[in-house]
C-alpha cells in the first residue's frame, strides 16, 4: 500500500506564508503527476497545483504567482509554498499522487489533507 502524509498547514494571517509537504511511502515503484487540491467549506474541492515527474507544472489560473509546487523525486515528497496568503484560501489541502506500485499496476492517492487557515 502508498501513503501519502501531509504537514505544513496551520493559521496564517493575511499576507503571509506556508509550505505544505506530502512525503508518500510505501510499495513505490515509481511516481508519475503529484498535486495539491483544496476544498473550502461548502465547496468542490478544486486542482490548486500539479506536476509531472519531469517537473512541468500546471496551476490553477486564480493562483498563478503567488503559490509555487516542487517536489524531490529522491524523497517521493512534493511542496506547495503558499505566498501572499488571503482569507479565500482558507481550505483543506489534499495531496494527490499517482504511483505506480508495480511495473504494471498504478492508481491515484489521496492524502487526509491538512487544513489552512488564513485569518487575523
Known amino acids: ?3 501519502l502524509v ?9 499576507g503571509g506564508s506556508l509550505r ?8 513505490i515503484y515509481s511516481i508519475n503527476a503529484m498535486g495539491w487540491y483544496r476544498q473550502a467549506p461548502g465547496k468542490e474541492r478544486e486542482l ?3 506536476i509531472t515527474s519531469g517537473s512541468s507544472t500546471n ?4 493562483l498563478k504567482g503567488r503559490f509555487t509546487i516542487s517536489r524531490d523525486n529522491a524523497k517521493n ?3 506547495l509554498q503558499m505566498n501572499s ?13 499517482f504511483v505506480w506500485t508495480t511495473k504494471y499496476n498504478a492508481m491515484d492517492y489521496w492524502g487526509k489533507g491538512t487544513l489552512v487557515t488564513v485569518s487575523s
Open 1 to 3: 500500500q502508498v501513503q
Open 6 to 14: 501531509e504537514s505544513g498547514g496551520g493559521l496564517v494571517q493575511p
Open 20 to 27: 505544505l509537504s506530502c512525503a508518500a511511502s510505501g510499495s
Open 48 to 50: 490548486v497545483a500539479r
Open 59 to 62: 496551476y490553477a489560473d486564480s
Open 77 to 79: 515528497t512534493v511542496y
Open 85 to 97: 496568503l488571503k482569507p479565500e484560501d482558507t481550505a483543506v489541502y489534499y495531496c494527490n499522487a
